[in-house]
């Protein structure tokens, strides 16, 4: 029942949210470039990974070394504004139509730290992660 009620109420969001989410990916990939959405894998329910999508908000700049900057000085003015509204969360709700996450729960965390949990812990995917708690 809560995967039914967390679907419809994403879709109903995402139909409001539509102009919100085409000017998002508008100045996105005008102000950042191609690609307009960041995605990581993430453990789900049972473990099962999936991808979690984000509008992105950080520059793929480089040093010398050929090795990423810091997230600091990668992160841009307009990624600063849509972590701090939450917009860049916003095609997180394609991840709830498809059943991957639910609107309320524990965010996922990463994949690399699946071994470091200890079995209480992991009981946290026994569940379905979600975009906010």
């Known amino acids: 029942m809560k995967t039914g009620m967390d679907r419809g109420?994403?879709?109903a969001v995402l139909v409001i949210a539509a102009p919100l989410l085409a000017v998002g990916t508008i100045v996105v990939r005008?102000?950042?470039g191609s690609p307009v959405l960041f995605y990581q894998e993430?453990?789900?329910?049972?473990?099962?990974?999936?991808?979690?999508?984000?509008?992105r908000t950080m520059r793929d700049a480089t040093g010398q070394d050929g090795e990423p900057l810091p997230d600091a000085d990668r992160l841009t003015r307009l990624g600063r504004f849509l972590r701090a509204t939450s917009l860049d969360e916003l095609p997180q709700l394609g991840n709830v139509l498809r059943g991957d996450l639910s609107l309320v729960g524990a965010p996922p965390l990463l994949t690399r730290s699946l071994g470091r949990y200890t079995p209480e812990q992991a009981r946290r995917h026994d569940v379905l992660p979600g975009i906010k708690c």
């Not at 993430?42 to 509008?55: A, D, I, N, S, T």
């Open 30 to 32: 005008v102000t950042m």
């Open 9 to 11: 109420v994403a879709a």
């Open 42 to 55: 993430r453990p789900g329910r049972r473990g099962r990974p999936f991808r979690v999508y984000k509008f």
